[in-house]
């Protein structure tokens, strides 16, 4: 009893330790390099468990496989009509052919060495056959620079694949600039620019008022125009409706007329008015004489 | 047997028994950790992989272990490895590279720091910026066949990490030291990568819009920024999606300060004519024709069939001069009218009587006037008409008192 116990023991242990020196793990983010004798033999970039033997004859060296991302250094870079741009690009890499990897550059800080070189390269070569005008421009249409990106990617992965086992996952500008000079220029034009609007702006506002002002002087004349004729017609209304009764005044024209200038005099002469009257005029008469008076049958009348 | 097992045999058989007991304890007990150091809890705000001999373990959905609220077991490394990533996190990262270059006084409220600082030239290495391109319209002064602007602006990216898998197998994070959280490892070490392609993609962006809309813009830029940087995200299969990018922050340069702020001041200036023009025009309409005037405008223009009826609703909620003028018209109208009938009335009525004593009615009527108007003249003046002296004048001085003519206009 005692004896199976320690055997199985001293098994564990041994299978333990044999899996120790004999096998090696490469995990999900890596990749590696089976090394016999310091030389490199085969390169691993599927995840699992390996066997090997044990050093010193067969060693591991291991990559991260994972993306990195590396900022070149800010250089001002001339276009292809001269005229300088500071750009500051970026790369994210990664550590594809462990292999190549490891005998063109060997380390991470290597890698990055070569490769800002190497972007700077890329850099001035291809932003040297655009026109500043391609990176930005009034006309959208005109604007290239994804196409100016892209192309910087292309170039740098073809350069970096083959020889250092790089892949480029992309690249992009970060900064975008002009030279402190060049800056300058642009604020005087930024300024009359903005002068320029705000001139414009005021005249706007001036032309807006005037039409807001113009519409509502417009409108209030149609208004009271159409308030007039719709007054007017209301007023001829009446008077055909006056016209009715006027008819019943033809019973007797002449007494009509009597009575309607009479009602004229007393209108006319209501107010403010003085009056200059002879003596002869009934009943003033009354003032000169004492009117001579018959005495009346009363069977006359009857 | 029978062989007398001498003591110090004895002895050793006690130590190697007593030796193995305590080794058989031990192993039970590292067994027993061994075990329960397997025992891994997803929380709620993560998601977890399994690496087994470093390779993620696992079909489809299954490779995903969802947070619950007991512990999964997987077996203690070196056999197994259980990675958490923080998916349900939402983590803020503010990039602050394209604003101008502030010293440690700036960045003070306004009060508390100098005032009238010298306006340096803009420095390309330590200011930042972003180019944005320039109206359409505007004039080429430069000749290099473009006019930009240049504008400040600070941005703020809310991420979150949605794919583990391709986060974990794609993204660099680096190694966790004792003693460090393992979630702020995981930000500090992905926000570079982050930072750039933020930055990237605001600069391709931004040559897209004028200075105008790079300072007004709160929706369209950022919306645009989040595209690229989402295409750039998904183009390295980063596993993360941008939620937010918001543009907290975006102004002129300040050597350019003055020119716009005149700008800002005659969009005022416009603003208050447009207003003092409206207030104007509402004032006017309204003493036209009351708050109806502008749809009874409206109205009278519209020939469509059921405008007229319209236009009666609203002709009938007039109000100002316009009611006015038609109030007036229907005054008219009732007088008019009622004074045709009165009289045709009044005639009807003196018919009878008129033609039985004509005369006697006649000169009735005419001295009930006469009394009338006399009555109410101011002045009355009876001149004698003397026999025979034709073609005399007489001169007649009509009173010019003061207190007569007032009283006849307050009449």
Not at chain 1, 275 to 290: C, G, N, Q, T
Not at chain 2, 247 to 264: E, G, K
């Amino acid at each position: 009893m005692k004896s199976i116990a320690i055997t199985i023991f001293i098994l564990l242990v041994v299978v333990i330790l044999g899996l120790l020196f004999f096998s090696y793990q490469v995990r999900e983010t890596e990749s590696a390099l089976l090394m016999r004798f310091g030389k490199p033999i085969r390169q691993i970039t599927a995840p699992g468990w390996y066997f090997k033997w044990p050093e010193p004859i067969e060693d591991v060296e291991k990559f991260d496989s994972r993306m990195r991302i590396l900022e070149a250094d800010v250089t001002e870079t001339p276009t292809k009509g001269a005229t300088p741009i500071i750009v500051n690009t970026y790369v994210v890499w990664k550590i594809a052919e462990p292999l190549q990897f490891f005998n063109a550059l060997g380390t991470v800080m290597e890698a990055e060495s070569k490769l800002r070189s190497q972007i700077s390269n890329t850099q001035n070569e291809v932003i040297g056959r655009y026109e500043f005008s391609e990176f930005v421009n009034s006309n959208k249409s005109k604007i290239k620079f994804d196409q100016i990106q892209a192309e910087m990617l292309g170039d740098l992965q073809q350069a970096v694949r083959e020889d250092y086992g790089i892949e480029i996952k992309t690249l992009g500008i970060k900064r975008l600039k002009v030279s402190e000079d060049v800056s300058e220029a642009v604020f005087k034009r930024m300024r009359a620019e903005r002068n320029r609007k705000t001139e414009g702006i005021i005249s706007e506002g001036k032309a807006a008022a005037i039409t807001i002002r113009g519409d509502a002087d417009s409108i209030e004349t149609q208004l009271l125009a159409a308030a007039d004729a719709r007054a007017a017609a209301i007023k001829g209304r009446g008077d055909a409706e006056a016209a009715k009764y006027y008819k019943m005044l033809e019973a007797d024209p002449e007494l009509a007329m009597y009575l309607r200038d009479l009602e004229a005099l007393k209108k006319i002469l209501a107010k403010r008015s003085t009056i200059v009257f002879s003596a002869d005029m009934e009943p003033f008469r009354l003032l000169k004489e004492i009117p001579h008076i018959k005495l009346k049958d009363p069977n006359e009348s009857k | 047997m029978g062989v007398e097992l001498d003591p110090g045999f004895k002895a050793l058989s006690r130590a190697m028994r007593l030796a193995f007991v305590v080794l058989t304890i031990i192993m039970v007990v590292l067994v027993v950790f061994f075990l329960i150091s397997g025992f891994e809890t997803v929380k709620s705000d993560e998601k977890a992989l399994v690496l087994r001999f470093g390779k993620i373990h696992g079909v489809g959905e299954d490779r995903i272990l969802e947070p619950r609220p007991w512990p999964y077991w997987v077996f203690p490394e070196p056999i197994e490895e259980i990675i958490k990533i923080p998916v349900g996190k939402k983590i803020d990262l503010d990039i602050d590279s394209f604003w101008y270059f502030q010293t440690k006084e700036d960045t003070l409220p306004e009060s508390l720091r100098s005032k009238s600082r010298p306006g340096p030239k803009l420095n390309p290495i330590r200011d930042g910026y972003c180019i944005t391109r320039g109206e359409k319209q505007s004039q080429d002064i430069t000749g290099s066949g473009s006019d930009y602007s240049i504008v400040h602006s600070k941005w703020r990216l809310t991420y979150q990490i949605y794919n583990p898998e391709s986060f974990f197998r794609n993204v660099y994070v680096e190694d966790i030291k004792p003693g460090q959280v393992y979630f702020n490892v995981i930000t500090e070490s992905i926000a570079p990568l982050l930072k750039s392609l933020v930055e990237s993609s605001v600069v391709t962006a931004m040559v897209n819009y004028t200075i105008d809309e790079a300072i007004s813009s709160k929706y369209t830029i950022p919306e645009h920024v989040k595209k690229l940087l989402q295409e750039k995200l998904d183009k390295i299969d980063s596993g993360i999606t941008a939620e937010s990018v918001q543009l907290v922050r975006s102004t002129w340069p300040r050597q350019v300060d003055s020119a716009f702020q005149r700008s800002i001041q005659a969009s005022n200036q416009k603003k208050q004519l447009i207003t003092e023009a409206e207030t104007y025009a509402e004032g006017t309409l309204n003493e036209a024709a009351g708050p109806v005037a502008k749809r009874l405008m409206t109205a009278l223009e519209d020939e469509t069939v059921g405008a007229e009826q319209r236009e009666e609703f609203l002709w009938s909620q007039l109000a100002g001069a316009a009611q006015q003028k038609i109030a007036q018209a229907r005054a008219y109208r009732t007088k008019v009218v009622e004074t045709a009938r009165a009289n045709a009335d009044y005639l009807q009525q003196l018919l009878p009587e008129y033609r039985k004593r004509p005369e006697i009615v006649i000169q009735e009527i005419y001295r009930g006037a006469m009394e009338y108007i006399l009555n109410n003249a101011d002045e009355k003046i009876i001149i004698q008409p003397t026999e025979g002296t034709k073609g005399r004048e007489i001169r007649i001085q009509l009173n010019r008192d003061p207190t007569i003519k007032q009283k006849s206009v307050k009449d």
